[in-house]
C-alpha cells in the first residue's frame, strides 16, 4: 500500500527531506510538499540583495516546481498552502489553500521543516515569510528605502543585524549614516567572533549602539520611523530594520508538542516526542541553534529514518555537524567568525562566505543534488 509522507515547509529543511525521499524512487511512497511559497528562498542573501543591483530576483528566488518534475508525476505532489492545524492523534494536517479552500491532508509520515521567522511589527526580507510575490515585493521596497534613506537604524547584533549593517555600509557607509543597535555590551552575543565583526563594522563607519535593546517603533506623518528603547532613549530615522526576536513557525502544532520557547520537542531521532511518525528539522528545533547547515544534517538524519520506518526497522540517532561554524559577512569584502572555538581571519570568512553569500550553492539545494 503506498504510504503518504506530508512534508510542511519549501526551505532548506522540507525540500531537502523531499529530494531525499523521491531519489530513492520508492514506488509505494508518495511525498506531499506543502510550501506557502512557490519559490526556494536562498535567504542568506537577502542581506545583500536590499543593495539595489547586487543579487538578481531569479537568483535568490527559484521556483520549486521545476525541481521537481524530474520525479514521476504519481510519486508527489506539490501544494501551495500553509499548515493551520494539526492532528497528531488523527494523523492529518489542515491546510489553507488558495481561495480560502481548506483542505484536510492524512499522512502515514508527517515532517514539521515550516522554519522560523522574525517576528517584528515591521515586515523584514530576511526569511520566506509569505508568497513569492510578497517577498520579492519586501526586497524591492526595502532595496528602494535604502537607497532613498540618509540615516538607517539596525535593530539586534546577532548575525542578522552585523551582515545587514555590513552590506549597507559596504554601499553607503561614507554617505549614509548607518547605526546598529545591540541590545548588550558586545556584538554576537558573547560569541568569540564578536570583537572580530564590531571591528570590521567600525572599519565601514556603523555606529555601533551599545546596551541600547529597541522595544517599539512608530511611523510619523514624515515618513520617518520613531524607535524607542529599553531606556526610554527614541531615535528617529529613515529606515528602521529589525532583526530580533526570531520566532518558531509552530502555531498551528498542539502546544503540548512544543517546548517553553516554542520550538518543537523531538528526540534523539528527530522524531516529535509523544508520537510515532512525526518528525521535525531545522529552526522548528533550532537545536542546537538555527542554521542552514544544520538543517540540512537534520533533513537527512529524518529522510533515512522515515525510510526506516517504511521498512519497520529502528530509527538511528540523528547526525550533527562535526564542528560549529560561525560564518558573518560583514559588507562585500570583510567576515568575521570561528570555527568551533578557533578565530577565522577576515580573509578567510569573506572568500567562504562574504564574497558570495552562498548563491552558487543555491542550484544545489534547489534542484536536490545536495540531499
Ligand atoms: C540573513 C540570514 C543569514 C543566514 N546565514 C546563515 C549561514 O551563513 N549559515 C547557516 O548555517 N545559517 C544561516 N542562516 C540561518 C538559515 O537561514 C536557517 O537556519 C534556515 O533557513 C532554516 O531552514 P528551515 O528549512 O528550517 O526553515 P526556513 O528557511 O525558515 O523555512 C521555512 C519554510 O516554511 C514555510 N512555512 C512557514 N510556516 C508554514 C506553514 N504553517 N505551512 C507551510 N509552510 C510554512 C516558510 O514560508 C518557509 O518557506 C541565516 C539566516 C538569515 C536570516
Redesign the pocket.
Known sequence: MVQRVVI????????HVTHALLKKRNKDLKVIL????SHF?W??A??RAIVPGQIKDEDILRPIAPALARYPSSSYEFLI????GADFASNTVT?ALKDGITSTVPYDHLVL??????DSEVPTP?????SYDEILSLLHSTATAASQANHITVAGAG??GV??AGELAYEWGNTKQIVLLSGSSTVLGNDIAGPAAANELKKLNVTIKYNARAVSSKKLDSGKTEVTLENGETITTDLYLP?TGMSP?T??IPAEYLLGNKTVDVDEFLRVKNTTNVWA????VSKPR??????QKQAASAAKNIELALQSKQPVPAKGLPVD?L??AVGRGRGAGRMGSIKLPSFGVWLA?GKTL?MPMAAGYIDGSVA
Do not use: H, P, Q, R
Open positions: 510542511l515547509g519549501g526551505s532548506f529543511g522540507g525540500l506543502v510550501s506557502k511559497n528562498f535567504n542568506i537577502s542581506v498552502g500553509e499548515a493551520t491546510i521543516a515550516t522554519g522560523a521567522n522574525y530576511w526569511k520566506a515569510s509569505n548575525a542578522t551582515e545587514v532583526t513557525n502555531s498551528y528539522v531545522g529552526d522548528v538555527a542554521g542552514f547547515m544544520i538543517t561554524i560564518a558573518c562566505k552562498g
